[in-house]
Nanobody, 115 residues
Framework: QVQLVESGGGLVQPGGSLRLSCAAS????????MGWYRQAPGKEREWVAG???????YNAESVKGRFTISRDNAKNTLYLQMNSLNSEDTAVYYC?????????WGQGTQVTVSS
C-alpha cells in the first residue's frame, strides 16, 4: 500500500533552516509528481512546492527564494530544504503523491519557528 512518512520537523529560531524528508513506498516513486503542503493553526491547508517526475520544480510565491524542493529517486525520498524561516512558516508540513485521481498524504511533521 502507498505510504508517505515525513520527518525532519522541529523547533527552529527565526532565520534558521530545516530540511524535511518524505520517505515513499508502495508505488513507483520516480514516475509520480510530488508536493509539499502545510497547514497552520486555524488555516486551510496550502500548497508550498511541487516537483514533477522529470524534476521540474514549482514554488508558492510565499516561499520562493527560501524553500527548495528536491527528490532522490534512488532513495524514494522527497525533500524540502527550508531557509530563512519566519513565524509565518509555522505549520504542520505534509507531503503529497498524486496517483491518478487520488491524492495520498503522509501524517505530517510539525515545524515551529519561534525565538
Amino acid at each position: 500500500q502507498v505510504q508517505l512518512v515525513e520527518s525532519g520537523g522541529g523547533l527552529v529560531q527565526p532565520g534558521g533552516s530545516l530540511r524535511l524528508s518524505c520517505a515513499a513506498s508502495g508505488f513507483t516513486f520516480s514516475g509520480v509528481a510530488m508536493g509539499w503542503y502545510r497547514q497552520a493553526p486555524g488555516k486551510e491547508r496550502e500548497w508550498v512546492a511541487g516537483i514533477s517526475s522529470g524534476g521540474t520544480t514549482y514554488n508558492a510565491e510565499s516561499v520562493k527564494g527560501r524553500f527548495t524542493i528536491s527528490r532522490d529517486n534512488a532513495k524514494n525520498t522527497l525533500y524540502l530544504q527550508m531557509n530563512s524561516l519566519n513565524s509565518e512558516d509555522t505549520a504542520v508540513y505534509y507531503c503529497n503523491a498524486q496517483l491518478g485521481a487520488f491524492g495520498y498524504w503522509g501524517q505530517g511533521t510539525q515545524v515551529t519557528v519561534s525565538s
